[in-house]
């Protein structure tokens, strides 16, 4: 029986873009070899490797002017090469803090370069919301502004992001891309690691404005030009062949399930189902984010006590259900719902959730 | 029909490592989730984390004053990240030159401090042998010496490592790695791409000395440090959890199959059948590498003109034998028989080799 996967990421996957894997794992497209054991110079990887970033290009419609790349290293590693590549001499660098994750990538610019805190919304070590655009001071002569576009522990996500004029602005997607349409042209650069709505860890996209490319320092080692990816399709060094071969997969499935127009659906749906349930028990249930800035990919609440929640765990456990420990900064409860969870599970603990407040 | 396959990397797996992965792919242990579902901070994936890591402690016999390090972006981020980490302002780093990737390496180390050539077997833009100890020019106060412990394109592969003394030998074993024991005590720190010996592209494998590890720079991002990976045991940020748990299934297959006692005798034996094979017609094969330079790992021979050369590839691919063309640098043929390409394949190719000479 197939679990209900409310993990944080590395999280669900489609169950045709897994059966696919299943079934061509030992022989893929009658060559007699794995897809692993592929070279990553020859004719049948080649084919997947090009349709994996046309399914980038086609989901999300990225226009011709920007370049579509597949790297390593996850956002993390894009914490550092953003402003390796981005960050000249005598420039500085905005970042939003809106969680864990965007401190993470700020400190990482600080030591590369100068770096400023354009808006935070920190209090106690928390971040329960996202920051109006009245509340940033951005540098109108910025190298870029810095967003997270959604934010896993907390439960925040921007619903629309700042009009930062002439500068770029840079988002880290990691969790929530492709789960809608987004009108790209509005970014200098996006990346996400894969393991939310791509595929497995180990691949990181990376979709950058060519002007950018282009403007990148040049003085830094030629492994950390976005240039050197551009240049040579993603193909300068061997890629993680098997992680772009399952995104390939995942990203059909997206394609057949009716593209982002689809997926923002499915996950609204699912979002309304989970905070209504949440706030129809106002007493028992509690969603520590503000209203406007609620996630549609992680839902976070809490119980009344940390002795319910643990009980709650342990029932959700018995029903199969995993991955909804909160994060162990904030604790409570975490309900991680990418594209690839179905509504059915949603359900499942919706009802759960229903069933627990009963008599209590 | 499984392939032969000759692929020089990515390139072919141990067959039960890979039906392991097929049976699994869709539930692992029985949790109702693929491996690439599961959380890395999960029991499921850290206990497979820590297999892999035991088992290529337990394979090479790594000392515990070494680090295990599983990280991403391949060697030719290690090409980066050695530098990085290792070279020190005011000091210089040596790099032996045996072929393409040493001389990326180097070019790599060039943008990011000072170093030297301390040895090439340059001739014509090609490396047909490696350099004798008294060839070698080494800084007795460089900062690590660099060396390519095989060299695939050009076909050739270090007997023995030269004596740096007190200098860290710095080894990419990218294509060597787990071919044979080896002494790890002798090296400051090795590092191999897993897509050849290991598993598949996407995980690379770092053993640092962790003297080494804590006397590394702390002035460039957190990500690229050694230190990072080595006190978070890989899991600083989200490990590439499905290459990981291949890598884990393919040396399990190694130890299983007598450990690297059992692969050295395997690989001697493919090597002698295949050399002996090219020796035994030298009018007609010829392996252009000096005979104590030659290489277990990748065989490279040519035939007496290219139509001839053609014609060989064009009946072995009929007989199901792929990646036997040689790098477009080189041309010829090239025969890369790592641990997981079996006898029957490497006589295969030897029968073709017979029967395609006979009566020319």
């Given at each position: 029986?197939?679990?209900?996967?409310?993990?944080?990421?590395?999280?669900?996957?489609?169950?045709?873009?897994?059966?696919?894997?299943?079934?061509?794992?030992?022989?893929?497209?009658?060559?007699?070899?794995?897809?692993?054991?592929?070279?990553?110079?020859?004719?049948?990887?080649?084919?997947?490797?090009?349709?994996?970033?046309?399914?980038?290009?086609?989901?999300l419609?990225?226009?011709?002017?920007?370049?579509?790349?597949?790297?390593?290293?996850?956002?993390?590693?894009?914490?550092?090469?953003?402003?390796?590549?981005?960050?000249?001499?005598?420039?500085?660098?905005?970042?939003?803090?809106?969680g864990?994750?965007?401190?993470?990538?700020?400190?990482?610019?600080?030591?590369?370069?100068?770096?400023?805190?354009a808006?935070?919304?920190?209090?106690?070590?928390?971040f329960?919301?996202?920051?109006?655009?009245?509340?940033?001071?951005?540098?109108?002569?910025?190298?870029?502004?810095?967003?997270?576009?959604?934010?896993?522990?907390?439960?925040?996500?921007?619903?629309?992001?700042?009009?930062?004029?002439?500068?770029?602005?840079?988002?880290?997607?990691?969790?929530?891309?492709?789960?809608?349409?987004?009108?790209v042209?509005?970014?200098?650069?996006?990346?996400?690691?894969?393991?939310?709505?791509?595929?497995?860890?180990?691949?990181?996209?990376?979709?950058?404005?060519?002007?950018?490319?282009?403007?990148?320092?040049k003085?830094?080692?030629?492994?950390f030009?976005?240039?050197?990816?551009?240049?040579?399709?993603?193909?300068?060094n061997?890629?993680?062949?098997?992680?772009?071969?399952?995104?390939?997969?995942?990203?059909?499935?997206?394609?057949?399930?009716?593209?982002?127009?689809?997926?923002?659906?499915?996950?609204?749906?699912?979002?309304?189902?989970?905070?209504?349930?949440?706030?129809?028990?106002?007493?028992?249930?509690?969603?520590?984010?503000?209203?406007?800035?609620?996630?549609?990919?992680?839902?976070?609440?809490?119980?009344?006590?940390e002795?319910?929640?643990?009980?709650?765990?342990?029932?959700?456990?018995?029903?199969?259900?995993?991955?909804?420990?909160?994060?162990?900064?904030?604790?409570?409860?975490?309900?991680?719902?990418?594209?690839?969870?179905?509504?059915?599970?949603?359900?499942?603990?919706?009802?759960?959730?229903?069933?627990?407040?009963?008599?209590?």
């Open positions: 029986m197939r679990a209900m996967n409310f993990n944080a990421g590395p999280a669900a996957l489609p169950l045709s873009a897994l059966e696919r894997a299943a079934r061509e794992l030992l022989d893929v497209e009658s060559t007699g070899m794995s897809i692993m054991e592929h070279s990553h110079r020859g004719k049948t990887y080649e084919a997947i490797h090009n349709q994996a970033i046309a399914l980038v290009r086609e989901l419609g990225v226009p011709d002017s920007y370049d579509v790349l597949l790297l390593q290293g996850g956002a993390s590693q894009q914490f550092a090469m953003v402003p390796m590549n981005l960050l000249e001499a005598g420039k500085s660098a905005d970042y939003v803090l809106t864990a994750w965007s401190q993470k990538a700020y400190k990482e610019g600080k030591v590369l370069g100068k770096v400023r805190v808006g935070s919304t920190e209090v106690d070590k928390k329960t919301r996202i920051p109006k655009p009245s509340e940033l001071e951005l540098d109108a002569d910025a190298a870029y502004a810095h967003v997270t576009s959604n934010n896993t522990i907390f439960g925040t996500q921007f619903q629309s992001f700042p009009d930062t004029g002439k500068v770029p602005l840079v988002a880290d997607m990691s969790s929530d891309i492709m789960w809608k349409p987004i009108d042209a509005k970014f200098g650069l996006i990346y996400a690691g894969a393991q939310k709505n791509l595929g497995p860890s180990g691949v990181t996209l990376v979709i950058i404005d060519k002007a950018l490319t282009a403007a990148g320092r003085d830094i080692p030629v492994i030009q976005y240039r050197t990816h551009a240049e040579n399709n993603s193909l300068y061997t890629p993680p062949t098997f992680g772009v071969y399952l995104l390939r997969n995942v990203l059909d499935a997206v394609k057949q399930a009716g593209g982002l127009a689809g997926m923002e659906k499915h996950n609204r749906e699912k979002a309304a189902l989970l905070y209504s349930a949440i706030d129809a028990r106002p007493d028992f249930y509690r969603c520590p984010v503000d209203k406007d800035s609620r996630s549609t990919m992680n839902v976070v609440f809490t119980l009344p006590t002795a319910l929640e643990a009980e709650f765990l342990a029932e959700a456990s018995r029903r199969k259900m995993v991955g909804l420990k909160g994060h162990r900064s904030v604790g409570g409860i975490r309900a991680s719902i990418y594209n690839a969870c179905s509504k059915e599970w949603v359900q499942g603990l919706v009802d759960l959730m229903t069933e627990f407040q009963k008599g209590r």
